[in-house]
Structures are given as C-alpha cells and as structure tokens.
C-alpha cells in the first residue's frame, strides 16, 4: 500500500482489483483472478480503517504497523466491525459462508496456481450481490 492513499482512493482501487479478477477469470487467468480478488477485500478493509483516522490525531504505533496487514481478521479489527461482522455471519448463513472462503485468500497465493473452480468460488464470494464480503464491506467505507 503506497503512502498518501486516502479512502476514495482505496475505494477506487479495491473496486479495480475486482474488476479486473473478473476480466482476467473470465479470459481463463484462473491463478491471477484468484490472487488479485483477495486484494479487492484488503483495500475495501484498509477503505474502512481511513475511516476512522483524524486529521490531528497521531494513532498508536500498532495501529500503524497492523494496517500494512493482509489478515482480514486483523483488518477487521483494525476497522472496528468486528462485532458488525459477527452480526453479518449470525444473520445471514450464506454471508457467513463466504466469509470463509474469503479467509483462505493469503497474498502468498500469487506463488501458487488455482483452478477455475477456486477462482471462481472466491469471486463470487466477493461479488455477491445478497451475501458478498465487498459488498457487505461498502456499507462501511
């Protein structure tokens, strides 16, 4: 993450990442539509944590270190939706469900190959329109 990114541009490039996961999943680039679909939650989380820095305020040096994380678990903390997540998963099984898939995304998979059908699962889990991890993440960035 480059120094300077301010919400709108994280916003900006979470929704470019899946987009562009889209495109290459859809020309058969199964292992980088996978890889960068991952991305797409990270800076939608990463959108949410601008959020809650101020102009003025100088956040714990934790904080700091933690949001160069790629663990959406971590991410989520960092967001303060750690309960609204919990309420999301208890609400709506299927949301809950791809939360999970979610989960096993790690930046490390750029070393490794996935199918169509992991691609493809992972895609959808965040794209769904009624239970997607980065639609459900718009509603707080």
């Not at 916003?11 to 679909?37: M, V």
């Not at 070393?111 to 459900?136: H, K």
Request: proline fraction near 3%; include cysteine.
């Amino acid at each position: 993450m480059g120094p300077g990114l301010n919400r709108h541009d994280l916003q900006i490039r979470a929704q470019a990442k899946i987009d562009d996961a889209t495109i290459l999943f859809a020309n058969g680039r199964h292992g980088n539509a996978y890889y960068l679909a991952g991305y797409a939650v990270e800076l939608g989380l990463k959108a949410c944590i601008a959020t809650r820095i101020t102009a003025q305020t100088l956040p714990w040096k934790g904080f700091i270190r933690n949001i160069l994380s790629h663990e959406f678990k971590v991410l989520i903390g960092l967001a303060g939706l750690a309960l609204a997540l919990k309420d999301q998963e208890d609400r709506n099984s299927a949301f809950a469900t791809n939360w999970n898939v979610v989960l096993q995304w790690t930046p490390d998979s750029r070393y490794e190959s996935s199918d169509l059908a992991s691609a493809e699962l992972l895609i959808q889990a965040i794209i769904d329109p009624n239970a997607g991890v980065l639609t459900w993440i718009k509603a707080y960035w």
